[in-house]
């Protein structure tokens, strides 16, 4: 088995291919990164090299864009979105990270993955992950039960572990109650990460 690898998602400043995916393949394969188009604001990764398909999805079921703000990312609310309420998942809400068909990636799968948040603790997060169309696990985590990464401006970045010890395509990152952003770098709180299989 060789190293392990992983998509990094990465949205701080300052972080090299920021508002990106990025892959580095085991090996003298070259780095692969996904660039986010629409930023700031709503939009779409680019499609090439297809890392990762990231979807929002409205408390109603409707698919939305997902929208970046700095180092945050959240759920496209329409016309008439709240004081930065885009670059928030509400409740309701869900994020949808599915892996793409990129050569590096296709014969893959994801094992685990750490997802980054900034929330208060009156949030719960649920993630569901899934092989294809079958459901492989589903967890559902208040932030109250998690430790912060630090005082000062990481007091309200948690990372939320996704292990169900079956591997997985599809991960659903979904707010049940209050409202979450994900994030990745912020406040070196390290990448919002999906650690594939060799």
């Known amino acids: 088995m060789g190293p392990a690898s992983a998509i990094e998602l990465r949205l701080a400043a300052g972080l090299p291919n920021n508002r990106s995916f990025r892959y580095d393949p085991p090996g003298s394969a070259p780095v692969d990164v996904q660039t986010f188009n629409?930023?700031?604001?709503?939009?779409?990764?680019?499609?090439?090299p297809n890392l990762m398909q990231v979807t929002g999805t409205s408390p109603n079921g409707d698919p939305r864009r997902v929208c970046l703000l700095a180092f945050r990312m959240g759920v496209d609310k329409g016309p008439n979105p709240g004081p930065l309420d885009n670059f928030r998942v509400n409740q309701g809400e869900k994020v949808s990270f599915t892996l793409g068909t990129a050569p590096s990636v296709t014969?893959?799968?994801?094992?685990?993955?750490?997802?980054?948040?900034?929330?208060?603790?009156?949030?719960?997060v649920r993630v569901t992950a899934y092989d294809g169309a079958t459901s492989v696990g589903t967890q559902t985590i208040p932030l109250s039960s998690l430790s912060p990464q630090g005082g000062g401006p990481q007091r309200n970045t948690y990372t939320v572990n996704v292990d169900f010890g079956q591997t997985f395509t599809r991960l659903d990152v979904e707010a049940t109650a209050g409202s979450f952003s994900i994030v990745g770098g912020a406040n070196n709180s390290g990448a919002t990460t999906f650690n594939l299989t060799q």
Do not use: D, L, M, Y
């Not at 629409?38 to 090439?48: I, L, Q, T």
């Open 38 to 48: 629409g930023e700031p604001g709503c939009g779409k990764f680019e499609a090439s």
């Open 107 to 124: 014969s893959k799968k994801v094992r685990s993955a750490q997802i980054k948040v900034e929330g208060n603790t009156q949030a719960t």
